[in-house]
């Protein structure tokens, strides 16, 4: 016992070093991970371009197109949906025939509008409106 009345600490057996864990090719024993990104089949007549579907509204969007892979802004063509042309025929009997009964021909709600590709001419989605 020492003089202030506690014992000295025990001693410690020196013990190996616990062994390191196996590298990585000894854990994967030869054999080789494959990549989740890695395509399955081998390129053919070039690399293919994947696209993404790209939502369509009432103005150009800017796309690949999935026919040609060319990188274009859509050209859009406009028309009147039926419930434009059936708005104006109910506004025009209730009395409003000087002009507010083509109310309906310019709002976007009552307007489809139809995507296509400038360089191939393809058809590319219609953009129907708030329905």
Do not use: W
Not at 5 to 21: E, H, I, R, S, V
Not at 51 to 73: N, S, W
Not at 89 to 110: D, E, K, R, T, V
């Amino acid at each position: 016992m020492e003089k202030n009345g506690m014992d000295p600490p025990p001693a410690y057996m020196q013990q190996p070093p616990p062994l390191m864990p196996p590298s990585y090719s000894q854990a994967m024993a030869g054999s080789i991970p494959l990549n989740p990104y890695t395509p399955v089949e081998p390129f053919q007549n070039g690399p293919r371009i994947m696209t993404t579907v790209v939502p369509l509204g009432p103005e150009q969007t800017r796309m690949i197109c999935p026919h040609c892979q060319t990188d274009i802004y859509t050209t859009r063509k406009v028309k009147p949906k039926p419930a434009a042309y059936l708005s104006c025929a109910l506004i025009f009997m209730f009395g409003c025939f000087l002009g507010c009964c083509l109310i309906p021909f310019c709002m976007n709600s009552c307007r489809s509008v139809s995507h296509s590709c400038p360089n191939c001419g393809r058809h590319l989605g219609k953009y129907l409106g708030n329905e």
